[in-house]
């Protein structure tokens, strides 16, 4: 089975207290009932720099990414299949699905 990152783009939309907590307990139970194609589940990430190949460092990302998920598939359609279904899509975040490739030694 492949490997296949989900990357997490872009902010979603503003929501209340409630409203965030409802998402929360959504997008919870999309990753518990991937069950066993969940390699690694929820990946926020932060304080994000960019360097450009001048080597200049600057502040925040270039892609927008906002975190990752990492689950395996038995092929393109079914890891899109899996994508489609992220409660992220439902407050305006986007996804980008990209198989891993194993570089071999």
Do not use: F
Not at 8 to 33: F, I, S
Not at 55 to 71: F, T
Request: charged letters at 20%; one cysteine or more.
């Amino acid at each position: 089975m492949a490997h296949y990152l989900i990357t997490y783009v872009g902010t979603p939309r503003e929501m209340g207290r409630d409203e965030g907590r409802q998402h929360m307990v959504k997008y919870r139970d999309w990753l518990d009932n991937l069950g066993d194609a969940v390699i690694s589940a929820a990946n926020p990430v932060r304080n994000t720099k960019t360097i450009d190949s001048e080597g200049r460092i600057s502040e925040g990302s270039v892609s927008h990414m906002s975190g990752y998920s990492i689950i395996q598939a038995e092929s393109d359609e079914a890891a899109l299949a899996i994508a489609q279904a992220c409660p992220y899509l439902e407050v305006g975040g986007q996804l980008e699905v990209s198989e891993l490739v194993q570089l071999s030694s």
